[in-house]
């Protein structure tokens, strides 16, 4: 079947098989390899990306059901003023070792900081609960969204 | 036998393709479940019927009762879409998964998956929830408790769709809680999930009801906790024997998140800590922390 959706703002469309997830049409379909599968039963957040604004775990969302939708994935972060700013600060701030996480958090944050401009950290990290990161121990995550919001407050 | 996604934008179509094919149909909402199921291959429907865009199955309304559609996300719920009058329901929803499942997986979804340990369904029985099914041969209303039959296992007929959820308004001077035990508060299968509610005169409970997640093979309400609870003041021996008969109703299992022997072991301070918050938001004994 053929499913047509926006992806980082371009229109697309793609054959896909019938269940397909969208994790596997953005990555083997459309070669956007930016998104990661980790665990791929919704637990990891690894392949987190953006539905209409909303974070979905990729690896459990149907294709055929983000026809007609907005998907953004962390390529498109790159061009996002939020995108590019939480990357920076990740960097930065440590938040990035081995990497297979980053790009799920870093959409996962920036659904919510386009939702909540000065999120509390018991917030952010009840937000955070469906990313793993098994590397940095969280802290220098948060420190770079601290960050990031304190960047854009000082704009 | 290839696999066929239909997506219908009405809840006419739905009800035609149910009536038509329903038995080969399985529903798909957020998919937070089914895809898994799918990837498992714990299911093999010829129809994958996704109803996500159907209006008529979206928003609240709260004319008398409380009627959620069927299609609310848990993000929604946790949010207080309903108020501070079903709490229990607003932090059950904020217990399924993490923020990416939430932000999709519905609460008719979460319904109708019918998991011995669906966080909603505790919150939902203490608040006498009903659903509402419609099919091309008529609607029908029943009790949650009737619905959800087993372990994953519900009345819903082939060509019936899950359309509303309709909690009863609760009386004045109650509170409610939903409280969780797993390793973490959120993106965890609860160990053992308990809902209460408790309805006040002054110091005395007028009404209880109490029910639990993950202790058998579907949720349940124990009415003989409640019976112990209404007409004390949750003083400590009321709280026993409410406890002793909850440890006689549930039936709880060994497995991979925790023993039988630890999900009996969890309910006496789980018990008492909720009779203490459903006090303390019902405006009673301010002295609870929370």
């Known amino acids: ?155 | 036998m290839e696999m066929e996604l239909r997506t219908v934008d009405s809840l006419d179509a739905a009800l035609d393709v149910l009536a038509d094919r329903g038995a080969d149909c399985q529903v798909l909402a957020g998919g937070t479940d089914v895809m898994i199921q799918l990837a498992r291959g714990e299911i093999a429907p010829a129809v994958l019927l996704h109803v996500e865009n159907v209006p008529e199955l979206q928003g609240v309304s709260a004319n008398g009762a409380t009627r959620i559609g069927s299609l609310v996300t848990h993000r929604a719920l946790a949010k207080g879409l309903l108020g501070p009058r079903y709490r229990a329901l607003a932090e059950a929803a904020g217990t399924v998964g993490g923020l990416q499942t939430q932000s999709v997986g519905t609460l008719g979804g979460n319904v109708c998956n019918a998991s011995p340990a669906a966080d909603t369904l505790p919150a939902l029985l203490v608040h006498d929830a009903q659903v509402a099914l419609r099919g091309r041969a008529g609607s029908r209303t029943v009790p949650l408790e009737e619905f959800v039959v087993g372990r994953r296992a519900t009345t819903r007929r082939p060509d019936e769709l899950l359309t509303e959820i309709v909690l009863a308004t609760p009386p004045e001077c109650t509170g409610d809680v939903y409280l969780k035990v797993g390793r973490r508060s959120a993106m965890e299968v609860a160990i053992v999930g308990l809902a209460m509610r408790l309805t006040f005169d002054g110091d005395d409970v007028t009404d209880a009801r109490i029910a639990l997640a993950a202790v058998g093979p579907r949720p349940l309400r124990s009415p003989a906790a409640e019976a112990a609870l209404i007409g004390s003041r949750l003083e400590p021996r009321a709280i026993e024997t409410a406890v002793d008969a909850v440890l006689r109703d549930i039936s709880p299992i060994d497995d991979l998140r925790g023993s039988a022997d630890y999900r009996r072991r969890v309910v006496p301070g789980l018990l008492e800590r909720a009779a203490g918050i459903c006090a303390q938001r019902a405006g009673r004994t301010p002295e609870h922390e929370e």
Do not use: W
């Open chain 1, 1 to 155: 079947m053929e499913v047509s959706f926006t992806v980082n703002g371009k229109p697309t469309q793609v054959e896909i098989d019938p269940a397909e997830t969208l994790l596997s049409t953005l990555r083997d379909r459309l070669r956007l390899t930016g998104t990661k599968e980790g665990c791929s039963e919704g637990e990891c957040g690894a392949c987190t990306v953006l539905v209409d604004g909303r974070p979905v775990d990729s690896c459990i969302y149907a294709t055929g059901a983000a026809a007609g939708r907005a998907v953004e994935t962390v390529e498109g972060m790159a061009r996002d003023e939020l995108g590019r700013a939480l990357q920076e600060a990740f960097v930065a701030a440590g938040g990035v070792q081995c990497g297979f996480c980053t790009p799920g958090f870093v959409t996962t944050l920036v659904s919510v900081l386009r939702e909540n401009e000065h999120p509390s950290e018991d917030e952010l990290r009840t937000a955070l609960a469906g990313n793993i990161c098994r590397c940095t121990g969280y802290s220098q995550i948060l420190d770079a969204v601290a960050a990031t919001v304190a960047g854009r407050a000082a704009r």
